[in-house]
């Protein structure tokens, strides 16, 4: 019995050697052995992470010599930010798994007519730029796509690499097909269950049709959790393409005719549907804006505006913010009348011109639709200051198009869709599109257009180019206390250009962000309104100058509503009173304070706890909780 039993173990020892070996021996590999591009050209095995960069990518092979040559650029970064190489990649001794264990995003913009050499490597890469490439057809971007996001390789922990973060085809004169293949073949590779952050890029091509990425983001969010989530982190970056067509609008159902204004639904747009689905609270900041197309082009059509690529080197990154042209950028959209700078002179904020649009007036400026808080925020300030407004708000969920000429079958309006840009992101990586629809007049309506003799409030018209002045504000608008969110500059002048350029305020962590006292308000030659401010931030010389008054980029230091829990992001105290005399308490990071209400104390804020404590509600300090 003893004998049987030491023959078993020696049996199983035995067994556990050869299932050792043999995972030594066979390295773990890409995964099914496709097509050609999934052998490797050397051993005539499927690819493994121990294969050689050398194999795959052959000396003397001009498109592996074009595909080596984007992973040397990728690799002059380093993670230290020391500038030096992270690895070699002539060394004959890199391997798939280095490039995997690297996450490497590479640029290609020279043009390829094979790309076996990328495919080979697709499994591994964690993004993919590919530019200018006039053999690139539909076939070839389903194939490029696929590979990079099925059968993905394994990191040095032995995880699954699940998806790339970015898919970008841009400036390829790629047309409405070749972007339904794109969308169509993510859609067919996409592991939901992952919760994977993909951003596809199509930017500078000729697509008039982004309805099959709307349909898809549509699906997403009426699915489960897991496909919500995705929804939410599955983003479009296609500006500046080259051509202007339009689709139909697809829900017309609620669209009207009365007299000659027509009425359609903000939730007729996709967009809008999509951002109520995905952001209800409307969390992140967005911009959808509206305009009549004429066929004419506007800011977002000319790629010379933007900066629309990001430098392959992270070191040689544009300083320059998002916009070449900052005020020309600013110009290109905005609010009707915006709640916090309306208009100074008596009785010349028109609210009949809220989510309005002249249908026979070529204008350019996207016109944004008020968010619920400055729709209230709106309303309080003409009860509050009748004089400077006239006429009456429509109704806030329908964008109003008066003028339509008699006879008319079909108007076209553009929808422009992007996030807020972030510091030292280009327009492009976070400018979603701008789609033209045409929506047709209803025919029982057709003939009405016009006979009712309804007469159309005169559009504002665009604020001449003068001289910087500084500009006086209703008595609503007084000193405040702000901050900024994003990467700022600050100017010695209204008019932001390079030399007038102070410094740059870098995007920091929520505990370092720079404050400013605003002391007076200006507006440059274009007609943009500026902060004129004095730095007060902890330990600031109090430097002096102008910044951008747009919320996107700053907003109130200090909360100004109360909540019912706040949570402490750096140490703070508690005091009897709301001038911080008599303190009773420290609080550390990460304690969870219950909220009796907030009080406001000259240009701050105190958060009063249930206990009667006061502390601060500036928002570097402390954050609300649910």
Known sequence: MKRRCVTYLQISLMAILLIATFWLVCPTTVGHADTAADINPVTQKPIALSDRLDDLLPQGDPNADIVRAALEKYNIRSASGSGERIINVTDNKIIMKDLVNLEFSIYIDQPMTDYTPLLRIARGLSGLHLYNQSALKSTDIATITKAMMSNRLTNYKGEVVSFPSEIDFSKNNLGNSEFATFVHTVQANLDLTTRAILRLGFAQNRVTDFSPYLTYKQALLSESENQQFSAANLTLAAPFQREHGSIRLPDTSAVKLVGNTLTVPFAAFPENKIQMQQDPNQEVPT????????????????????????????????????????????????????????????????????????????????ATRLSTGELAELKQLAQGAPEY???????????????????????????????????NSSLSSVFSYAQTYQIPIPKETTGNAG????????????????????????????????????????????????????????????????????????????????????????????????????????????????????????????????????????????????????????????????????????????????
């Not at 000319?302 to 998002?322: C, K, L, W």
């Not at 407004?389 to 992007?418: C, H, M, Q, W």
């Not at 104390?601 to 928002?619: E, F, H, I, P, W």
């Open 389 to 423: 407004f006239t006429g009456e708000l429509s109704d806030p969920d329908t964008l109003r198009i008066t003028n339509v000429p008699a006879g008319s079958t079909s108007v076209k309006v553009r929808v422009l869709y992007f996030a807020v840009p972030v510091s």
């Open 451 to 626: 006979a009712s003799g309804e007469t159309t409030a005169p559009q504002p018209h665009p604020v001449a180019p003068q001289p910087d002045a500084v500009t006086s504000r209703p008595a609503k608008v007084t000193q405040k206390l702000v901050w900024s969110t994003r990467k700022i500059g600050l100017y010695r002048r209204p008019t932001f250009t390079t030399k007038n350029r102070l410094r740059w305020y870098q995007k920091q962590p929520r505990i370092k962000r720079p404050m400013f006292k605003v002391i007076g308000y200006a507006r440059s030659k274009h007609g943009v309104l500026r902060y004129r401010v004095r730095e007060v931030t902890p330990g600031a010389a109090g430097r002096k100058g102008y910044i951008t008054a747009r919320k996107a980029f700053v907003d109130r230091a200090y909360y100004q509503t109360t909540a019912k829990r706040i949570k402490v992001l750096k140490g703070l105290n508690g005091y009897r009173t709301t001038d911080h005399l008599g303190k009773r308490a420290h609080y550390k990071k990460g304690q969870i304070l219950r909220v009796k209400q907030l009080v406001k104390c000259k240009l701050t804020a105190r958060y009063q706890l249930t206990n009667g404590q006061y502390v601060s509600a500036a928002k570097r300090l402390v954050l609300k909780v649910k």
């Open 287 to 366: 911009v959808i804006g509206y305009r009549m197309d004429h066929g004419e082009p506007d800011y977002f059509d000319d790629p010379q505006n933007v900066q629309t690529h990001v430098a392959a080197n992270r070191h040689q990154e544009s300083q320059e913010g998002v916009a070449q042209d900052q005020d020309g950028f600013e110009e290109s959209y905005g609010l009707v009348i915006d709640p916090e700078y309306p208009s100074v002179e008596l009785g010349s904020n028109d609210l009949t011109l809220v989510n309005q649009l002249d249908a026979q007036q070529p204008v350019t400026k996207y």
